[in-house]
Every structure is written in structure tokens, then in C-alpha cells.
């Protein structure tokens, strides 16, 4: 079955930002985007510690993702949140997601 993906164009915006948080345990999270034909990845940097403490806001400076080599900002194909080094855990947990908000220069950002 041949699916196709319709390209997102954020080229001219200036930032994303994913408020997230865990209803239990703590992990590393990074925000992401997959961009062009190829499906390159740019992302939010080194990871930042999410838990069930309260909402953590992980960003994306687009004008520095769209400097890597591959980064198209008009074919963006998923923008995306990814868990690593998960601890103290019961075994499950649930990632809240408050808010993604793109921004163009300039914007006010809380």
C-alpha cells in the first residue's frame, strides 16, 4: 500500500515547544522533527529530565535545526517526542503532552 505523507512547512518560524510530563517515574526526553525524503533527523539537544513533578517545556531552535546538513523546514514530515534512560518507574507510565506551540521570531515564549 503506497501512503502518502503531505509535508509541513515551517520554514520562517523560529522555534517548537512540547510541554510534557510523566504521570510516573522519570526519563530523558528530547523533541524532534524528521524533515525531506529522506526523513532527517534535528532535534531539541541533550536531554531533559521529565517526571511527575510538573510540565517541563522541551524546544527546538529551528533556525539552528535547518543549519544540519539533510533539515528541510518546508517538508517537515513528523515532529515527534523521544524517552530515554526511563527510572524509578513501575513498570508503565504515561507521557501528558499540555501543549506544542510553534513560534515565529520575535514571539512571546513562557
Known amino acids: 500500500m503506497d501512503k502518502k ?3 509541513l512547512n515551517i520554514a520562517g518560524l523560529h ?3 512540547a510541554k510534557v510530563k510523566l504521570s510516573g517515574g522519570a526519563a530523558k526526553a528530547r ?5 525531506g ?4 533527523w534535528s532535534d531539541s539537544g541533550a536531554p531533559l529530565t521529565v517526571d511527575s513533578s510538573g510540565y517541563t517545556t522541551l524546544s527546538i531552535s529551528l ?3 535547518a543549519e544540519a546538513e539533510g533539515v528541510d523546514l518546508i517538508a517537515v514530515k513528523t515532529i515527534g517526542i523521544k524517552l530515554e534512560g526511563i527510572t524509578n518507574g513501575e513498570g508503565t507510565a504515561k507521557l501528558y503532552l499540555q501543549e506544542v506551540m ?3 521570531a520575535g514571539s512571546d515564549i513562557d
Request: aromatic share 10%; charged share 10%; no cysteine.
Open 37 to 40: 525524503a529522506g526523513w532527517v
Open 15 to 17: 522555534t517548537i515547544n
Open 5 to 7: 505523507t503531505k509535508n
Open 63 to 65: 533556525p539552528s535545526a
Open 102 to 104: 510553534l513560534a515565529a
Open 31 to 35: 523533541l524532534f522533527i524528521k524533515t
